[in-house]
């Protein structure tokens, strides 16, 4: 009787950096992506005999990640390059069963020079990074979810933490007015492919500020961050009527109110600190639909 089994495997390449640029007459556009791959397999063999037969190679993997990049020969979004992917290696590998492809996107954005866009000039802006996940299988099931990450923000005020527990263990005091501030991590869901990727994104991305900063004049005010990342899901839930689910992690980066030597603190000097911090994460779905990620 067999002792051992071997339920799961897979494989692929990581960290494959790709410059890819589409040239339209003297506009020139870039992107520069991180793509990482990973193939399911009926590869039973390669783990049980040693035998390599049939295998799709990572240095394969590696190599297809440029060949595919270079047959997308109209300017593409990071969804449409991912879907390319991983239905090539499902379509054109006997044994490769699923294809799951992870892609992050550097903020290159074209330049302004003297309030006109520089025809093929990028700078590096802050320091978001845009993120898809594709699935892809024999069946022809494709599963995308696109999201970012780094994505930073802070305000000043309106934010406060009242109502907690108190016990021994309790020295936080309570307050109406603090800075808040967090590196947004966000993926969404697609329940079907929009109209637009990039606009899709673009709205995501401008509900996520909407409900941490609020309106230019005077904010929104905001009562825990947990109260704060549910309207964020729910503004990407309302703008992108495609997505079906939403996971957020946010963590709470404090500024500590200071009191600088001979004075005292007047909502001015803080503390900056990173470590520890609070960290707070959810899965906000439409109603009925089944979180993509589980926490």
């Given at each position: 009787?067999?002792?051992?089994?071997?339920?799961?495997?897979?494989?692929?390449?990581?960290?494959?950096?790709?410059?890819?640029?589409?040239?339209?007459?003297?506009?020139?556009?870039?992107?520069?992506?991180?793509?990482?791959?990973?193939?399911?397999?009926?590869?039973?063999?390669?783990?049980?005999n040693?035998?390599?037969?049939?295998?799709?190679?990572?240095?394969?993997?590696?190599?297809?990640?440029?060949?595919?990049?270079?047959?997308?020969?109209?300017?593409?979004?990071?969804?449409?390059?991912a879907?390319?992917?991983?239905?090539?290696?499902?379509?054109?590998?006997?044994?490769?069963?699923?294809?799951?492809?992870?892609?992050e996107?550097?903020?290159?954005?074209?330049?302004?020079?003297?309030?006109?866009?520089?025809?093929?000039?990028?700078?590096l802006?802050?320091?978001e990074?845009?993120?898809?996940?594709?699935?892809?299988?024999?069946?022809?099931?494709?599963?995308?979810?696109?999201?970012?990450k780094?994505?930073?923000?802070?305000?000043?005020?309106?934010?406060?933490?009242?109502?907690f527990?108190?016990?021994?263990?309790?020295?936080?005091?309570?307050?109406?007015?603090?800075?808040?501030a967090?590196?947004?991590?966000?993926?969404?869901?697609?329940?079907?492919?929009?109209?637009?990727?990039?606009?899709?994104?673009?709205?995501?991305?401008?509900?996520?500020l909407?409900?941490?900063?609020?309106?230019?004049?005077?904010?929104?005010?905001?009562?825990?961050?947990?109260?704060?990342?549910?309207?964020?899901?729910?503004?990407?839930?309302?703008?992108?009527?495609?997505?079906?689910?939403?996971?957020?992690?946010?963590?709470?980066?404090?500024?500590?109110?200071?009191?600088?030597?001979?004075?005292?603190?007047?909502?001015?000097?803080?503390?900056?600190?990173?470590?520890?911090?609070?960290?707070?994460?959810?899965?906000?779905?439409?109603?009925?639909?089944?979180?993509?990620?589980?926490?």
């Open positions: 009787m067999a002792t051992y089994a071997l339920p799961l495997h897979h494989h692929g390449k990581s960290k494959v950096r790709l410059g890819r640029v589409w040239r339209d007459g003297n506009v020139h556009h870039m992107v520069e992506w991180n793509v990482n791959t990973m193939i399911d397999s009926d590869m039973e063999h390669a783990f049980l040693g035998d390599n037969t049939g295998m799709t190679a990572t240095d394969t993997q590696k190599n297809t990640v440029y060949v595919v990049a270079q047959r997308m020969s109209q300017k593409c979004t990071i969804e449409q390059y879907i390319a992917l991983a239905q090539h290696f499902v379509r054109t590998y006997p044994l490769v069963s699923k294809a799951k492809i992870y892609v996107q550097k903020p290159w954005t074209r330049v302004q020079q003297s309030g006109l866009p520089h025809d093929h000039g990028f700078a802006q802050g320091t990074v845009r993120t898809v996940y594709v699935t892809y299988d024999k069946a022809g099931t494709l599963d995308v979810t696109a999201g970012l780094d994505l930073s923000l802070l305000k000043t005020t309106q934010s406060g933490y009242e109502g527990l108190r016990d021994q263990y309790t020295l936080l005091p309570e307050t109406n007015d603090r800075i808040m967090s590196t947004v991590t966000c993926t969404w869901k697609y329940a079907a492919a929009p109209a637009c990727y990039d606009a899709a994104y673009a709205a995501a991305k401008q509900g996520l909407d409900a941490f900063l609020g309106p230019a004049r005077g904010g929104v005010y905001s009562p825990s961050v947990q109260y704060t990342l549910y309207d964020m899901a729910k503004n990407i839930l309302d703008r992108v009527p495609t997505s079906e689910s939403i996971f957020l992690n946010m963590p709470n980066l404090h500024f500590i109110p200071c009191n600088p030597v001979g004075s005292s603190f007047n909502n001015d000097v803080y503390v900056a600190t990173s470590e520890p911090h609070g960290n707070i994460e959810a899965v906000i779905t439409r109603k009925g639909i089944a979180p993509h990620c589980k926490l």
